[in-house]
């Protein structure tokens, strides 16, 4: 097994890295905020007579299809 080189960011890199990490806080509360508005219609429409029982189900579908749609470094676990 080879060790791993270290690599050095370039100032250029790390101010592209950080604005591209900002840029992703507005689209993740655009996302929860379109998923917090649809939540309700949604269930009324999957289950009319218990609808309000199901959005704990709903949720949890939404954050393990949200986490399974993460892209994933080559060998991590």
């Known amino acids: 097994m080879s060790a791993a080189i270290p690599t ?3 100032h250029r890199q790390r101010v592209i ?3 591209l990490c900002i840029a ?3 689209l993740a509360v655009l996302d929860t905020d ?3 508005s ?5 269930v009324g429409d999957l289950d009319p ?3 309000i029982d199901r959005i704990p ?3 949890a579908a939404y954050q393990l299809a949200a986490t399974a ?3 994933r470094r080559p060998g991590s676990v």
């Open 69 to 71: 749609a993460l892209p």
């Open 38 to 42: 649809a939540t309700v219609p949604i």
């Open 8 to 10: 050095v960011m370039t």
């Open 17 to 19: 890295g950080f604005a």
């Open 57 to 59: 189900w709903l949720i």
């Open 24 to 26: 992703t806080i507005p």
């Open 49 to 51: 007579a218990h609808g």
């Open 34 to 36: 379109i998923v917090s």
